[in-house]
């Protein structure tokens, strides 16, 4: 149901100082029709609270560490009678991991690509959230200046995978529903592709591991293959 995870009325929260946090929400916003609040590093805003009694919420997601919401801002969102969960990591590619981890598990997003976008400024991101949203794609961040990329594992995208160059890779496809049964599945004859392309963040740093290899499928339901 549109703006609802669990059968909860849900807000994503992100911090109002600064766009890398609101900016990979804004996939799962667009996709899934929630709304994106924001917030103070140091406290909730009047408006912000009059929302969510106005909207009913009753779950709020928020993103980002301390640094960007501070426990005193998680306390408060905590008082308005929520319930309240953080998606943090170490900087905000890491952030945006976590991100892209709870769509697929909270919301059973099962992407086939990832939105990549730099996470130094906020135009391209913010373009790309849309169609990110509509096509159940996670935004994730990589550093223009620096080549940090997500460190996201590559069997959450087993149709296409960014390697991080003179680095080598198993991509595994699971291509199973694990909650039906085996028996049910024939895998015979079987078989999943996999593209693996370059960083274009490192791609002048050494020769890029590139490649597409179509493999079939093993005895217990997957499909792997090393790049």
């Known amino acids: 149901i549109p703006g609802q995870v669990a059968?909860?009325?849900?807000?994503?929260?992100?911090?109002a100082?600064?766009?890398?946090?609101?900016?990979?929400?804004?996939?799962?916003?667009?996709?899934?029709?929630?709304?994106?609040?924001?917030?103070?590093?140091?406290?909730v805003p009047e408006q912000t609270s009059t929302l969510v009694d106005e909207l009913a919420i009753e779950r709020r997601v928020v993103l980002g560490g301390t640094a960007v919401i501070s426990e005193s801002s998680f306390a408060d969102l905590e008082a308005l009678d929520v319930d309240v969960t953080r998606l943090a990591g170490d900087g905000r590619q890491a952030t945006a991991v976590e991100v892209?981890?709870?769509?697929?598990?909270?919301?059973?997003?099962?992407?086939?690509?990832?939105?990549?976008?730099?996470?130094?400024?906020?135009?391209d991101a913010l373009a790309a959230a849309p169609l990110a949203g509509?096509?159940?794609?996670?935004?994730?961040?990589?550093?223009?200046?620096?080549?940090?990329?997500?460190?996201?594992?590559?069997?959450?995208?087993?149709?296409?995978?960014?390697?991080?160059v003179g680095q080598a890779f198993t991509v595994t496809?699971?291509?199973?529903?694990?909650?039906?049964?085996?028996?049910?599945?024939?895998?015979?004859?079987?078989?999943?592709?996999?593209?693996?392309?370059p960083d274009t963040n490192r791609i002048g740093m050494?020769?890029?591991?590139?490649?597409?290899?179509?493999?079939?499928?093993?005895a217990d339901g997957t499909a792997a293959t090393t790049f």
Do not use: K, Y
């Open 7 to 15: 059968g909860q009325r849900t807000a994503l929260v992100a911090s």
């Open 17 to 43: 100082a600064g766009f890398a946090d609101a900016l990979v929400g804004g996939a799962v916003a667009a996709g899934e029709g929630l709304p994106l609040l924001l917030v103070d590093a140091d406290g």
């Open 100 to 123: 892209a981890t709870w769509a697929m598990t909270a919301l059973d997003w099962r992407p086939t690509a990832a939105v990549l976008a730099t996470g130094d400024d906020f135009p």
């Open 134 to 164: 509509d096509v159940t794609a996670p935004v994730l961040l990589a550093a223009a200046t620096t080549g940090d990329v997500c460190d996201l594992a590559v069997t959450a995208f087993p149709d296409v995978a960014v390697v991080p």
């Open 173 to 197: 496809a699971d291509l199973l529903d694990r909650d039906s049964s085996f028996a049910a599945v024939d895998l015979d004859g079987v078989e999943a592709t996999f593209t693996v392309t």
């Open 206 to 218: 050494a020769t890029p591991t590139v490649g597409i290899e179509t493999v079939p499928a093993a």
